[in-house]
């Protein structure tokens, strides 16, 4: 369920999600309706936590008002796929809103960062749909989204609003493992492929893990059926 990568010295256990870049503060305002009815979330989602609520999703999408409404149709609703599915591989199906391996929680606290780990060295564990861990990157995110994240990571798994818009700084703004970001992969034709470098490249492409590679190709699969659009090429990495 989580998002895994090599991240400095730390890497062999680690868990973090996404550059420790900080970016611009995101604009709030959506300009258009999400392309996935509740309905079809319910039916992506069955078994979901209510805690990840579909109006925390539409919510977050304000932050990013180029997710899912980039390109043509099939694109848009490719990009949405794509998102979830990986979401849904990462958290069980929207089952899990925070790391399940509770011995991890010290280990993301990188000291050397200059503003340190001021929530406590075991608060930044892996949270929300793309479960952002490391106290670099709680401050990078709440940097972005103009949240106190790094004084109150908390927040990720108190408010569905909140823990959404987590996940879509990482698709949208950071390029992990790869060398383009979620967002980017599908609106610029490069396939959900992409988008599984982008997460979890260093541990699940070029022929490693395969298992938990297909997984994210199979719920792809399965939600742009929903969606009523074909998955596109390149679906592999």
Same mark, same amino acid.
């Given at each position: 369920?989580?998002?895994?990568?090599?991240?400095?010295?730390?890497?062999?256990?680690?868990?973090?999600?996404?550059?420790?870049?900080?970016?611009? *503060?995101? #604009? !709030?305002?959506?300009?258009?309706? $999400? +392309?996935? =009815?509740?309905?079809?979330?319910? %039916?992506?989602?069955?078994?979901?936590?209510?805690?990840?609520?579909?109006?925390?999703? *539409?919510? #977050? !999408?304000?932050?990013?008002?180029? $997710? +899912?409404? =980039?390109?043509?149709?099939?694109? %848009?609703?490719?990009?949405?796929?794509?998102?979830?599915?990986?979401?849904?591989?990462? *958290?069980?199906?929207?089952?899990?809103?925070?790391?399940?391996?509770?011995?991890?929680?010290?280990?993301?606290?990188?000291?050397?960062?200059?503003?340190?780990?001021?929530?406590?060295?075991?608060?930044?564990?892996?949270?929300?749909?793309?479960?952002?861990?490391?106290?670099?990157?709680?401050?990078?995110?709440?940097?972005?989204?103009?949240?106190?994240?790094?004084?109150?990571?908390?927040?990720?798994?108190?408010?569905?609003?909140?823990?959404?818009?987590?996940?879509?700084?990482?698709?949208?703004?950071?390029?992990?493992?790869?060398?383009?970001?979620?967002?980017?992969?599908?609106?610029?034709?490069?396939?959900?492929?992409?988008?599984?470098?982008?997460?979890?490249?260093?541990?699940?492409?070029?022929?490693?893990?395969?298992?938990?590679?297909?997984?994210?190709?199979?719920?792809?699969?399965?939600?742009?059926?929903?969606?009523?659009?074909?998955?596109?090429?390149?679906?592999?990495?």
């Amino acid at each position: 369920m989580l998002v895994r990568r090599v991240a400095a010295a730390l890497a062999a256990a680690a868990i973090t999600v996404g550059l420790a870049v900080t970016l611009p *503060t995101a #604009a !709030t305002a959506r300009p258009a309706g $999400f +392309t996935v =009815s509740e309905a079809q979330f319910n %039916q992506m989602f069955p078994n979901r936590n209510a805690f990840y609520t579909f109006q925390g999703l *539409t919510n #977050a !999408t304000g932050a990013y008002p180029a $997710f +899912t409404t =980039s390109g043509d149709d099939a694109t %848009q609703k490719r990009e949405a796929a794509a998102f979830l599915a990986n979401v849904s591989h990462e *958290t069980g199906g929207l089952q899990y809103i925070v790391e399940l391996n509770t011995a991890n929680y010290p280990h993301y606290c990188d000291a050397s960062q200059p503003y340190g780990c001021p929530a406590g060295q075991d608060q930044y564990y892996g949270r929300g749909p793309l479960q952002l861990s490391w106290n670099f990157n709680y401050k990078a995110a709440g940097d972005a989204l103009g949240i106190d994240l790094l004084n109150n990571p908390s927040q990720v798994e108190k408010d569905p609003t909140v823990s959404w818009k987590t996940g879509l700084w990482f698709w949208n703004s950071q390029t992990g493992a790869g060398k383009m970001t979620g967002h980017d992969a599908m609106v610029n034709g490069a396939g959900f492929g992409e988008t599984i470098r982008s997460i979890n490249g260093a541990l699940e492409c070029g022929g490693q893990n395969a298992d938990q590679m297909n997984d994210r190709i199979n719920l792809y699969k399965q939600f742009t059926g929903i969606l009523g659009v074909d998955p596109g090429g390149n679906l592999s990495c």
